[in-house]
């Protein structure tokens, strides 16, 4: 932890609010909240109860008390003076994230991080009337829920110093999280990026009717998923040439012009989103997750994530970073 | 176990073949194995010894002497009207693959099934010369490596008979995988095609210099490739739309054009393949591949998989076929 972090702001205490605000509690930090919404104080009393004993199983130093070390605010002027670092998660609407960060930048002291949950929309889109220290603000993009999964994408704007992207690479890192650096702004970031491929093709390939959507999900979870979730494309593309580090570019050589061919009849395939080829897909996604039993899938999906984590962290100098 | 099927013939016996053959021993049948290789028979048997231990711990059922059933022959001709099912693994080469194909089908009985582990060439091209029985042949594409692996693609060509296809289907059930159905023949069928869009994006952003090949990998093992060993693209996306069968159509309405605006960036600036382009992407690469510990990834990523299924079979019944 950077030993001058002892107090965070929690902007907007929704799904990823919440669960930030959880994980920054079991690191024994104070952790201020602000969210104008209706009952938001009785929500996330209930989240954080329901979060506490996994964070535990995550954390073996984490101390009960803890759980009592946060505070509902209703002014930010009164209040944000005093916090450390501020994790922002407010609605993903331009305008309204431009007149947010006005204010946090205003009242908050000008070395004191910034970082946004925005999950797609840069950072230059919302700085604009932030007319005290922009240069701390950047976005650090968590993937839900944040006190469970290691990535976070942190993504400076093209006038964020290199201080504010240290702060927050080591600030991320000392909660136990996995985070990864953009060097550049692009919309939807990486993560994102990465899945909307995966879905593109997936909705092309079951909207044309070559395969079911059960069939498509067995063919991630039962095939690629599982290596993704310890190797990524370019350790798993290497393994797949032969293994070290020449693999990769012997891989790329063989089989490229297969490679080629396949994108190419992908593109020809695209999903364009046209109403009729949506409404195709919507019809055979419901055949599947219409059988679904969305009870249960919830409620185990973080005990299976967890356990998951717990496989990976007995040997994370093979597999890299990880969070537990 | 189809009742009819006890001796299975594996055509070439590399690593894809090796592994269908150890799987096939390890649930009682008998293996004729065909490999004109030198050596091949001393690389089995080694390749036997370090999978027996791991496949017993998928199915307990498994008695050590069945790892005797194999037996090499070198002649097609003499041995192929024993067998009751084929799994061939030939080079990936139409005109090899053709004139292989045409002695399966002149030496087997005309309703033994044959499946090809091509890997993205459809059936139809490689059955032109068969003359006997061209309807019990299809493609039966597993993921690397097969005996542990749970995903089989199942891909016949326009001419396969129904038969063909059940009996396909229920074979590689009876051996704990999970067979995927494709109801029409695509280049690089389902598996390999999401494979190549994310592996498309990761290659263009690292080449573009957004984002390290290291931090590329950690992106997808440290987020959304968690989610993926255990929920494929529609329950995934439906989940992240609030859940249920409605979460999905909900995701897509809501996030729709946000996506679409991330698509058509990723469009513009798709990986194109260019020598400059893969030279970076080439280097950029090197610079991770060269600091991982490939002994010790190679040598314990069949293990991790081992835990991660185990971890699965816990709940197949929320997430699932599994094999486990």
Known sequence: MPEDIKTVAVIGCGVIGASWACLFLSRGLNVIIFDPAEGAQDAFNKYLQGTWTALKSCNPDQEDAWAQNYMFVNNLESTLGEVDFVQENGPERPEFKQRLMEELDRYTRPSVVISSSSSGLPASGFIKLCGKAPSRILVGHPFNPPHLVPLVEVVPHPGTGTSTIDTAMDF?????????????????????????????????????????????????????????????????????????????????????????????????????????????????????????????????????????????????????????
Chains 1, 2 share one sequence.
């Open 172 to 324: 991320y890192k000392s909660l136990g999280k996995n985070p990864i650096l953009l060097r550049r702004e692009v919309p939807g970031f990486v993560a994102n990026r990465l899945q909307a491929a995966i879905n593109s093709e997936a909705y092309s390939l079951v909207s044309r009717g070559i395969v079911s959507a059960e069939d498509l999900d067995t063919a991630v979870t039962s095939g690629p998923g599982l290596r993704w979730a310890l190797t990524g494309p370019f350790v798993t593309n290497s393994l797949g040439g032969g293994g070290g580090p020449n693999g990769f570019a012997q891989r790329t050589e063989r089989l490229g012009p297969a490679i080629r061919g396949w994108e190419e009849d992908m593109l020809e395939h695209r999903f364009d989103w046209s109403e009729e080829r949506l409404s195709v897909l919507n019809k055979e996604a419901s055949k599947w997750l219409g059988s679904v039993d969305w009870g249960r899938v919830t409620a185990q999906r973080d005990q299976m994530l967890l356990q998951l984590l717990e496989v990976k962290s007995q040997d994370a100098s093979v597999y890299g970073r990880q969070s537990l």
